[in-house]
């Protein structure tokens, strides 16, 4: 006992002085927001954020982990813009779905967070100055792009200044006993096609399947019907006490899904950028052909192309691309300039790249 209690004492000793340094760092935070208040200057800095990140981690020879790190300076950071300046943050609701996960896990248990029935509504938000900060989903592993990201990317003037990935785990939860005494199914239509295997599995593709806003809905519908079940998250499960009688259903183990965060500020240049525009090509033979091979000769790398109907013309097609680099390398800017007067091109953002494994 003596011995526990001597760690005890040096555990206690250990936060007293990070309680001190933290107060500390707000101290030079408030400076810093008083600077950017004066200049205009965006509260969040994603890529200021993943520099220190990036130091920390090349320092650490501890028992922390690169995902602790991450977790726990991520919310010192969020702490530290809240005591800044408050800020609101919308996302695709409703509360509890996995759009919100993502959003808590760059603003915070502090921020101000506000659900929106749709992606549009994002947008819209934030077009009118209603809200500093968006998010929404862009890509699915499985489902492919959204598209009424990508056609809202297109309609209004947010930009990207974030990309988050997050694993997609779904699980099927119901107050029911037993799999016989169930007569419906509450999911999201992305949800329910990406468990189709589960579902062939267990005799359920016969079951009346009701389509839902989102996961968290569907566990909110099933916790209050009888003989019902929901694909939906851990996390909605548990909030609404529907007990979880399958984990991890989905058919691809690897389901991914990536989300940006908008808002109207342009990141400055950092390693490991990501630009994304939307291109209007010559409407002629090898138009989009001589448009990409102006990236090839400026050696800038294309890592995504998904083309889109145009509002005035279907028959005609826009494309988004996302290609390495920021808009202001040279090499960048040679192939705007190049392409200028015979495309029509909008710049999305440049943010920085994230990695593929989850971020959450």
Known sequence: ???????RKKIDDIDNQILKLLNRRMKSVEEIGK?????????????????????????????????AIDAIFLEIFAVSRNLEMPEKIVFLGPDRSYTHQVAQSRFGAMGNYIALNSIEAVFKVLKNGEAKYGVVPIENNT????????????????????????DIHHSFATTCESLKNIKKIYSHTQGYNQCRKFLEEHMLLDIEFIPTKSTASSAKLASNEPHSGAICSHIAAKFYNVP??????????????????????????????KTSILAKTENRSGGLVNFLKSFENEKVNITKIESR???????????????????DDKNVQRVLKSNRDINEIKWLGSYVKAGEESDI
Not at 40 to 52: A, C, D, L, Q, W
Not at 143 to 162: M, P, Q, R, Y
Not at 310 to 323: G, L, M
Request: hydrophobic residues 30%.
């Open 35 to 67: 600077a950017k208040q004066t200049t205009g200057t965006s509260i969040y800095r994603p890529e200021r954020e993943k520099e220190i990140l990036d130091r920390l981690k090349s320092l650490n020879s501890g028992k922390l982990n690169t995902k």
């Open 1 to 7: 006992m003596e011995n526990l209690n001597e760690h």
């Open 244 to 273: 979880i009688l399958f984990d991890k259903i989905e058919d691809n183990s690897t389901n991914k899904t990536k989300f940006i965060i908008l808002s109207n500020f342009k990141n400055r240049p950092s390693i490991q950028n």
């Open 309 to 327: 109907p145009t509002e005035k013309n279907k028959s005609h097609a826009v494309f988004y691309i996302d290609f390495e680099g920021h808009i």
């Open 143 to 166: 489902e492919g792009a959204i598209g009424i990201t990508l056609d809202c990317l297109g309609k209004f003037d947010s930009l990207i200044v974030s990309e988050i990935y997050m």
